[in-house]
Each structure stands twice: as structure tokens, then as C-alpha cells.
């Protein structure tokens, strides 16, 4: 048995990340005004956790080292995420299609800029990931809002009624996959209809997979590289970063099959000077591993127990509504039942229980109503978010 395997992750653990450069809990306050001596943080998306003592290693290995220079080759991550993909996934990218980014926003904003120019339209599927709109925004590009549709307590696709708002000038479609902030698994005929879209409206497909392996227990994910007929128009993104808490490495991947579709992604990397970072490299690289596979595995049972407890204690308060979750360590709840205004729920929230979370609006249309919390911080804090949120709602119970 290795050395890392001889210990199991203790995601109970309380970490003080305050004081560490940690934008969750040093940027409480300034965006907040909730302070970190006294407040909970669960908006920024990482987790409260170590990453596997695998990570770790690889990083003391390379201080002690003691010598930082270019690295020389990003082959052995490439074949890692071959493995890593094959193992959970069942499917294995070829190498010369994964190119190496600075995390997926990163590489949003290198899809957006390959494939599309000013003022062409990028579709979203809204409510969706904040960071979309604002590389498109920043790029030049309209951002074209498609709201999903609610069934019983779900998201999902409503093709006809967006089929009518497309105009003709729309380029590329971003698919959040599984979705944040609902936190929606797509089935494989959900997935289907977007690949029939996309080619409906001729538009490049990038497909956000960097929650594909923080799914609960007994659900599966299917990548869109599996599903037929999408490969001529599909980026697919993948990380490590979400999975294993390595978010500060900043390193992602864009995997591109067609041919015609990567030399112009790989035109465009060579013409802005892009080249890997060797602690990222090093980091995901250790991660997809056996000792990897077997921290994750007893992440994904720790959380499925956070979203239990969180799901269950925000249900029993009337008016509040929590999203199942699927996938992610990410919480969707819909306030629209307090009958309170945007900025009484914030007061309660922020004010009251002294809980950071992400707004609902910043996700697009669709969010007004809802605020998104982070679970993936030791069970006693979800605990204590759960009280705190029954107090400050307490005249509705």
C-alpha cells in the first residue's frame, strides 16, 4: 500500500484558511460585508479540503527540488487524462487532441476568440456559470440568454422556444455540463437535443465538463465526446481543478477532435504564447492516479452526507426550496416562496446569518430568485449554516 493510502482524508477537519490570500474567506468582507471571524463562507467554488496526499507530494517534491523552470512537455498529463477519462468516462481523448490552458476560463475566453469575432452572438443556457457572460462581454460578443425550463423542481431543455429566438448571427453555444448552478446531470437524450441543436443552428459547441466527476453517488455523467454526430463542432473542457481542489493551479484543457477545429484552436494558442504551468502540470498529473480515484471516491460519499444534511434542513423551512442535486458541491435555492424581495432575502442571509453566498442574479435570467451555496466545507459548518439560516427565517416556521 502506497504512503498515501494509508491514512484517509479527513474532511471533517477544520482548515483556517483566513489571513492565506484566499479570495473565499480574505473577500468576505470587502464583497460581503460579512467578516471572516464570524461569518461562513460558501460562495466562492472551492473546497474547504485538503487535496489527496498525492498533490501534495508532487508539490514537495518540486520544492525540494528547488529549481522552477520550464517545464518541457505536458505529455505525461495528456496521457494521464487519457486514463483518468477511460477509467471514469469510458472514453480516451487522444493525446494530440488535449491542448493545456490556464483553467477553463481561460479557456472559454480562447474558444470565444477562435471561433467566433466581434459581435457575433454566444448562446448560454441560463441560469450558468457568472464567469460566461463576462469573458463573452469583455470579447466583444453578444451574450444570447436562453432561460431553462422548470420541471418539477428541475432543469431542463425547452428547444422549441429557443429555437425561435435565434436569429441567424449566433456562432457558438456554451453547455454547462453538469450544470451549475442547478446542478443537473443532462441525461443522454437531453444531451442529444443539444448536439441536434447546435447543428440546427450551425453553431461550435463548447461543452463546461469540469463537474463531471463531483457526481452523488449513483448518477452518472455522460460526456458529450459520446454522443454521435457532434464531433465536426465540439470543444469539450476538462480540469482536475474542481475535482481535486487544485483551483489556484489554474490549468485546464480544451479537447478538440476535428481536425479543421483544433488547427485553428491550436493557431490561435501559438499566436498568443500559451504554455502550461509546471506546478499545475505536476498537480493534475499526481491527481489522476489510483490514490486520486480512491480520495475522490470517499469526497463524493463525504458530500452526498453534506447535501443530505444541507437539502433536508433548508426543505424544512417554509418557503425555501433547494434544487436535488446531481453533481457539484454547489446548492440551489429558490427563495421565491418567503414572498420577501431580493434584498430582504440578502439581509436575512448576509446580515442575519452572516452567510457569503453567490447571488442569484449574476447567474442570468433565471436566477433572480434563487442563491447558490457551497457544501464542500467540513459537515459541523453545514450544520451550522443550516441553523443559522432556520434562525434567521425563524418567523416563517
Known sequence: MSPDRQTAPDFDEIIDRRGTNCSKWDMMEPVYGVSPDEGLAMWVADMDFRPPACVQRAVEEMAAHGVYGYAASDAAQREAIGWWMDRRHGWRPDPGDIFTTHGLVNATGLCVDAFTEPGEGVVLFTPVYHAFARVIRAAGRQVIECPLALD????????????????????????????????????????????????????????????????????????????????????????????????????????????????????????????????????????????????????????????????????????????????????????????????????????????????????????????RFNIATPRARVAEAVARLKSAFADLQ
Open 152 to 371: 418539477e423542481g428541475r432543469y431542463v431543455p425547452d428547444f422549441e422556444a429557443w429555437d425561435a429566438m435565434m436569429t441567424g448571427r449566433e456562432r457558438m453555444m456554451i453547455l454547462c455540463s453538469p450544470q451549475n448552478p442547478g446542478g443537473r446531470v443532462w441525461s443522454r437524450a437531453e444531451l442529444e437535443g443539444w448536439a441536434e441543436f447546435a447543428r440546427r443552428h450551425d453553431l461550435i459547441l463548447v461543452s463546461d465538463e469540469i463537474h463531471c466527476d463531483l457526481t452523488m453517488p449513483g448518477v452518472t455523467h455522460t460526456a458529450m465526446t459520446r454522443i454521435d454526430g457532434v464531433a465536426d463542432r465540439l470543444l469539450m473542457l476538462t480540469a482536475t481543478t474542481k475535482t481535486f481542489n487544485i483551483a489556484g493551479a489554474h490549468i485546464g484543457n480544451v479537447i478538440v477532435s476535428d481536425p479543421k477545429l483544433k488547427a485553428r484552436f491550436a493557431a490561435r494558442m501559438g499566436a498568443l504564447g500559451l504554455s502550461p504551468n509546471s506546478f499545475g502540470l505536476a498537480m493534475a498529473t499526481a491527481a489522476m492516479s489510483p490514490d486520486g480515484v480512491e480520495w475522490l471516491e470517499a469526497l463524493r460519499r463525504y458530500l452526498d452526507g453534506n447535501r443530505r444534511l444541507f437539502e433536508e434542513g433548508v426543505a424544512a423551512i417554509p418557503g425555501l426550496k433547494p434544487m436535488p442535486l446531481e453533481s457539484t458541491y454547489l446548492e440551489w435555492v429558490d427563495f421565491s416562496g418567503t414572498g420577501m424581495t431580493r434584498e430582504e432575502v440578502l439581509a436575512r442571509i448576509e446580515g442575519e446569518a452572516k452567510i457569503a453566498v453567490n447571488h442569484g442574479t449574476s447567474f442570468g435570467l433565471g436566477g433572480e430568485s434563487f442563491q
